[in-house]
């Protein structure tokens, strides 16, 4: 018997599908959008809308890959004067420069990746990748090769609703986490712990699971698992290949054979899926559900989309306990009011933005990732996300930019001919940025940004006043608690 | 609602029933109070003996110092053949004692140690040591091994015990980018912060003009009763943050400058910390953070590096405090949330320990050594056993340099350990 939070959600009359939860699904399962997206989607039956964002792979999108021929090169040249036996100088100029084009590729690579959450048509896909970064996590300063992290988040978006056990035993050999988690140096005899450490407590089964002994006999299992390039290697020569004891299982045991029995575990079944309800849904899922949950995923055997779908369908997804809970993470709040104003900003200062707001793409704080929900905000950061609405109106934000660049107009927030009143007004900017309803007060608030406190007092958009009474709003809007929520 | 109301009856008005009707936080009053004379509220409450104005300045060295190449046992033949690669050869050590030396980074700090000015307090710890970042950090902040479930932060805990100014938002500042847990408080006081001038809601973007969205700043953020937590939340965080904005601004363009810090970013963060002591904010802890001591691999040049930066801030800090007269005030602690292995693995670094030391600075504590270096070869699974409760470092701090009542804040149990 399901927990009623995670039964199929059936639209009623009195919990009917409409723009408040298309906007949600939206927001959730991507990085929300303008009203005519949110319009579109809620004109879909609700199964449609979710089964348009889940099977995204038959959405055609390209976005240009970053070219990495020249630190190819570089790396060449780098083995050349090393064989030749070149001089120090002559190598640490070459170092040099490669470091030099890494930082280089990896300020492309977060723009570029801002660019995608912001254009792209598989909302979700790139949802996921996110996910994946903040969960399999990796980055620098100790991945220092940034085509390594262009690597990663193609096997995150190829992977990002795909199987998590396969996902699992690629990450285990992809460079950049080989890198991150020193498992490139990992050997026989004096082994290295960090990636089996963080493999069992943060990827896969929490802790409290395994024991101390367990971390080791896995680190013995990973040796050998390195990289050359940009390849997997395995080195028979620094293999441990003795029998190792993990969880209880004795044998000559491979990474490969960790991941199997890794996957037998109880709390792997319920351990991803609590964090992805916890990043779709709401914190603090209920255990039943967990349990629940966990019965889809182990029956699909370790299958994303079905327990993506499981989710996104539920009555717990749309409840109120879901609706509008979550503070917004830096990027969705960045993202998400590009995509609601359609504002014209460069990617590197979005990136710039989510930066100061405590979400560095590809630099994670550690290990563990980002902190979700009220660890986003403190006195300084809320500060920062309500400055934040500084670029969209006139192009600068304390901090990212003080130059103004190009200052945003704001006639095309509203639709004009649908506009006599205030309130009128109000009603559009609020659908268009919070998707849910103000509070007496706070709209008489926002009411007093056009001088009156009356819901009925004719409003035009002409002239320079009503010009900055419309950007006032909009400021004060994005400089309230209730848009700080998706 | 009432009509024809001017713009500024209105405004006004709003505020009043503001401050009346709808939960105004008592801290705004308060703080506008302290605004005009700093430790008027400190005089509420005191402990004979105690100084009302005594700083805590918290430094978090995240990753998992390793102590042993910290504080190293150099004439122990144990230390050289656990870390074939990695001991720090005993022609490079600072010598402390006989068989105790800093590592050779450490140099600015052994000044301080040699003029009294910091105490290292050995083989810290806790009962089954957990070797998880996440858990073993969260224990040194929650200060509960046990896993009672506290929700709160040990300063936190300080600053809901009602101590002085505990009732304004800048009783505890950290500079970083996260509140630490530590200092998370049910009363929700504590601001964070790392740039002053990015300090501030921006008014005014070309709209109806800076003073009319201030004022409707204020409305549209001041808290009300029953909201859902979350919202409630940020909206005290704003508040928060807008009353300290002034107050901290104002603090750190008081600041003369004059002494050199190196270019780091934790030597930043305590630069901005002593802008702020010098300013006469009202501020009981200031948190300060490095990272990177998770040397798993090439821990050699990383580690020292590490120390470096350490030490540098620390001396700089010192100085600075010297020169304004503050240096009695203050007290640094600084702390990791484990030490490492004591055998080094292959990859030229060490794996995730145990017990570590900890160390103090100030002009007003009793300097040199505290507690015993742990046994290298009586070990527990390969790692150092603990002689001293980080809870009993804690206690020491509260009671004696905060002049606050620890067995509330940690429990009873704990002895003080003789640095104050």
């Known amino acids: ?486 | 609602m009432t009509q024809g109301m001017t713009r500024r009856e209105f405004v006004k008005k709003g505020m009043t029933m503001v401050a009346v009707g709808w939960t105004a936080p008592s801290f705004i009053t308060r703080t506008a109070l302290a605004m005009s004379n700093p430790w008027d509220v400190a005089q509420v409450t005191s402990r004979p003996g105690i100084p009302e104005d005594r700083i805590l300045v918290v430094v978090q060295m995240g990753g998992g110092n390793d102590g042993l190449n910290t504080v190293v046992p150099f004439t122990n033949d144990a230390y050289y053949r656990a870390r074939p690669t990695l001991a720090v050869p005993q022609k490079d050590v600072l010598r402390i004692t006989d068989d105790l030396a800093f590592h050779p980074g450490l140099a600015p700090l052994k000044e301080l140690y040699d003029k009294g000015a910091m105490a290292v307090v050995q083989g810290v710890g806790y009962p089954n040591p957990s070797r998880s970042h996440f858990k073993s950090m969260e224990i040194w902040h929650t200060a509960d091994p046990e896993g009672r479930i506290v929700r709160y932060g040990w300063i936190g805990r300080y600053f809901d015990s009602k101590c002085p100014v505990c009732e304004q938002p800048t009783v505890g500042v950290n500079v970083g980018p996260a509140m630490p847990l530590a200092m998370q408080a049910e009363s929700g006081m504590g601001v964070s912060l790392e740039n002053p001038e990015a300090f501030q809601w921006i008014a005014g973007l070309d709209g109806i003009g800076a003073q009319e969205e201030q004022e409707l700043f204020r409305l549209l953020n001041a808290p009300a009763p029953n909201e859902p937590g979350t919202i409630d939340f940020l909206r005290h965080t704003a508040m928060n943050a807008y009353v300290s904005s002034e107050q901290v601004r104002g603090a750190v363009r008081a600041y003369k400058g004059g002494i050199e810090y190196p270019n780091t970013q934790f030597a930043a963060s305590l630069r901005l910390i002593a802008q702020m002591i010098a300013g006469r904010l009202t501020t009981k802890v200031y948190y300060a953070h490095m990272t990177g001591f998770d040397t798993h691999a090439a821990q050699r040049g990383v580690h020292e590096n590490l120390l470096g930066q350490l030490a540098g801030g620390v001396a700089a800090f010192y100085r600075d405090l010297e020169a304004q007269g503050n240096a009695e005030r203050v007290l640094v602690l600084a702390f990791s949330e484990f030490g490492r292995r004591v055998a080094e693995n292959g990859s030229g670094g060490t794996d995730h320990g145990t017990a570590a030391p900890m160390f103090v600075f100030g002009k007003g504590l009793r300097g040199g050594l505290y507690g015993q270096q742990p046994s290298l070869t009586d070990l527990a699974d390969g790692d150092l056993k603990h002689g001293i409760d980080f809870r009993s470092v804690y206690a020491t701090v509260l009671d004696r340099w905060l002049g606050a009542d620890p067995q509330k804040i940690l429990g009873s149990g704990f002895e003080r350990v003789g640095f104050i």
């Open chain 1, 1 to 486: 018997m399901a927990a009623a939070s995670l039964r199929r959600f059936r639209p009623s009359a009195a919990d009917p599908w409409d723009r408040v939860k298309a906007a949600h699904l939206l927001n959730r399962a991507g990085f929300g959008g303008a009203p005519e997206e949110i319009a579109r989607l809620a004109s879909l039956p609700v199964e449609a809308a979710v089964e348009e964002l889940l099977n995204f792979e038959g959405v055609p999108e390209s976005f240009p890959a970053i070219d990495f021929s020249a630190l190819h090169e570089m790396y060449e040249e780098l083995l050349r004067a090393r064989r030749d036996r070149a001089d120090e100088a002559a190598l640490r100029r070459v170092v040099q420069q490669i470091n030099r084009a890494n930082i280089v590729k990896f300020q492309e690579l977060r723009a570029a990746w801002m660019r995608r959450m912001i254009e792209t048509r598989r909302p979700l896909q790139e949802k996921m990748t996110l996910f994946w970064h903040g969960h399999l996590v990796s980055g620098l300063p100790e991945t220092r090769v940034a085509e390594h992290m262009a690597i990663q988040l193609e096997l995150f978006r190829r992977l990002a609703a795909g199987n998590f056990k396969e996902l699992i035993l690629a990450i285990s050999r992809d460079p950049a986490m080989l890198s991150y988690l020193d498992n490139n140096s990992n050997r026989k005899g004096k082994p290295n712990e960090n990636y089996a450490r963080e493999l069992l407590e943060l990827f896969t089964m929490g802790i409290g699971n395994y024991t101390e002994q367990d971390v080791k006999e896995a680190a013995r299992a990973f040796t050998g698992w390195t990289f050359f390039a940009n390849t997997f290697v395995f080195r028979r020569d620094q293999h441990d290949d003795g029998t190792k004891t993990f969880l209880g299982r004795t044998g000559n045991w491979d990474g490969t054979d960790i991941i199997d029995i890794i996957f037998e575990q109880p709390a792997t079944a319920r351990f991803l899926p609590r964090k992805l309800w916890e990043f779709f849904a709401y914190q603090s899922p209920e255990e039943s559900l967990v349990q629940d949950l966990a019965e889809v995923f182990r029956r699909s055997r370790w299958e994303i989309k079905p327990l993506l779908r499981t989710i996104l369908l539920s009555e717990g997804f749309f409840s109120q306990q879901a609706i509008r809970s979550k503070i917004k993470s830096p990027v969705e709040l960045v993202v998400g009011a590009v995509r609601q104003t359609g504002a014209q900003i460069p990617d590197e200062v979005l990136v710039r933005a989510t930066d100061l707001m405590g979400q560095r793409l590809l630099y994670p704080p550690n290990v563990g990732g980002w902190p979700q929900g009220r660890g986003w905000v403190n006195t300084a950061t809320v500060l920062l996300r309500y400055n934040f609405s500084g670029l969209l109106l006139n192009g600068t934000m304390p901090g990212a930019l003080r130059r103004r660049t190009v200052p945003a107009g704001v006639d095309h927030l509203i639709d004009a001919a649908r506009v006599r009143t205030t309130g009128d007004v109000i009603d559009q900017l609020v659908d268009r940025f919070i998707q849910g309803r103000l509070d007496g007060r706070r709209r008489w608030g926002l009411l007093r940004a056009f001088g009156t406190n009356r819901e009925d007092a004719p409003w035009r958009l002409d002239g320079a006043r009503s010009q900055e009474q419309l950007r006032s709003a909009v400021h004060l809007i994005m400089s309230m608690p209730e848009y700080q929520l998706n």
